[in-house]
């Protein structure tokens, strides 16, 4: 509930999915991926006013899913839907429940795994999906020791994200 993951998804199996900062989406969030939608014509989206404003920036198309108190309409006015964003939401849903939750730490190595395999998964037939992933794998050069992933940096502040407690690591937020 405290960190913002922006996620797009083209008609080429691009997928972008990247820890943004923290709170609600916003287009100062969108922005910073803005050069990931280069040569863009349209945007297809919620009613969320920060991509809205991010497709004017950009200037491309904006079809948005009309905002719909009952949840009877799940298309655009174009037609389109919002199913391949959605479904790499429910993948990031399903490794969290799975996993009894996901450390923040990790959360871009997660959602770095979650793309590669949706790009796998739609760039070849089932068949030849185990094999292409071992090959591609096997071209990685380097070497991963756990304390290389005991190091890595936070996506976040977790001052700023946990700046209501005041105490533990954090009671010098009582001040």
Request: hydrophobic share 35%; glycine share 6%; proline share 2%.
């Amino acid at each position: 509930h405290k960190i913002c993951i922006v996620t797009a998804a083209d008609e080429n199996h691009n997928i972008l999915y990247r820890v943004s900062g923290l709170g609600q989406e916003n287009l100062e969030k969108y922005e910073q991926y803005s050069e990931q939608f280069a040569g863009a014509t349209m945007m297809i989206s919620d009613s969320n006013d920060g991509i809205r404003k991010f497709a004017e920036a950009l200037e491309v198309t904006h079809d948005a899913i009309p905002a719909d108190s009952d949840r009877k309409r799940y298309t655009t006015p174009l037609g389109n839907s919002l199913g391949d964003v959605n479904q790499v939401h429910q993948t990031l849903k399903d490794l969290v429940r799975v996993k009894h939750g996901v450390s923040t730490r990790h959360l871009p190595g997660y959602l770095a795994w979650i793309s590669y395999l949706k790009r796998a998964i739609y760039s070849n037939e089932r068949e030849d999906r185990v094999e292409y992933i071992y090959q591609d794998l096997l071209q990685v050069k380097g070497t991963l020791l756990t304390t290389d992933i005991n190091k890595l940096e936070q996506p976040i502040s977790l001052r700023d994200a946990y700046a209501e407690y005041t105490y533990g690591i954090f009671a010098d937020n009582a001040s």
